[in-house]
């Protein structure tokens, strides 16, 4: 919504899009993977290495996905749609010089939908790296997206002080999929691995990850907001605060 410089009046129903169509994209990889989990063993070794490749991407500064919003389906749409400059409210269409055009609120509709399934791929194995009941995943999912609406808006200046936030969830990521990997040895069916036969692993159980979890989490959320870095990023918007006040 950035990228597009969507109006404040506009963003609730930008957002109510992109939970549906993330809910729907979500809800598919959610079956798929767990139809694969149940025929093999051997995808947990699949979902650790999207989780480290996206926790590796996301240390190195290259995993922001709002800046796909000018991707192959943007760049698309905008050689084969004419589109405005300028919204026309909430519409989608608009008339021009006695000409009907797309308003950019259709490309922010077509980046959203992109971004969101390009987040399924990561949020799938995560929640599967903690439990592999579909419904506790299908549920925690539903719930997560359903709270999104009121979290953006609660949790959106805060997010600009958040600088060690990235570090922190590739982290994260990063333990996931060594879980994953460590369940994959654990139940290894792999004829090129030790055999075909199980490696004798330890697994890490729910109860610790969770503990991890929320630790990584914590220490990000308080290393940021008490960093130099983290108070220099909340000024600006502290004083645009003032001006708008005066």
């Not at 025929?39 to 240390?59: E, K, N, R």
Request: proline content about 4%; glycine content about 8%.
């Amino acid at each position: 919504m950035t990228s597009f410089a969507v109006p404040r009046m506009l963003q609730q129903k930008v957002l109510l899009f992109g939970i549906a169509v993330a809910l729907a994209a979500r809800t598919a990889f959610i079956f798929a993977g767990a139809a694969l989990i149940a025929q093999f063993s051997w995808v947990f070794y699949i979902f650790g290495a999207i989780l480290f490749v996206t926790g590796a991407q996301l240390m190195l500064g290259k995993g922001d996905k709002s800046d796909e919003a000018d991707n192959v389906l943007i760049r698309l749409a905008r050689r084969f749609l004419k589109t405005t400059d300028h919204y026309d409210g909430d519409r989608m269409t608009t008339t021009t010089l006695g000409r009907r055009r797309f308003t950019p609120m259709l490309l922010v509709m077509v980046a959203i939908g992109g971004t969101d399934i390009l987040f399924a791929l990561d949020s799938i194995p995560a929640i599967y790296g903690l439990t592999q009941d579909v419904y506790i995943v299908f549920t925690a999912t539903a719930f997560s997206l359903l709270g999104l609406r009121q979290l953006y808006f609660l949790v959106d200046g805060l997010l600009d002080r958040l600088v060690y936030l990235s570090y922190g969830l590739a982290a994260i990521l990063a333990f996931i999929g060594a879980k994953l990997v460590l369940h994959a040895l654990h139940e290894n069916a792999l004829p090129f691995v030790n055999g075909g036969q199980p490696v004798p692993v330890v697994e890490i159980s729910t109860g610790p990850s969770l503990g991890v979890i929320i630790g990584v989490l914590a220490v990000t959320v308080v290393a940021s907001l008490v960093s130099p870095a983290g108070r220099a990023r909340s000024r600006p918007r502290a004083e645009q605060s003032v001006e708008v006040a005066d």
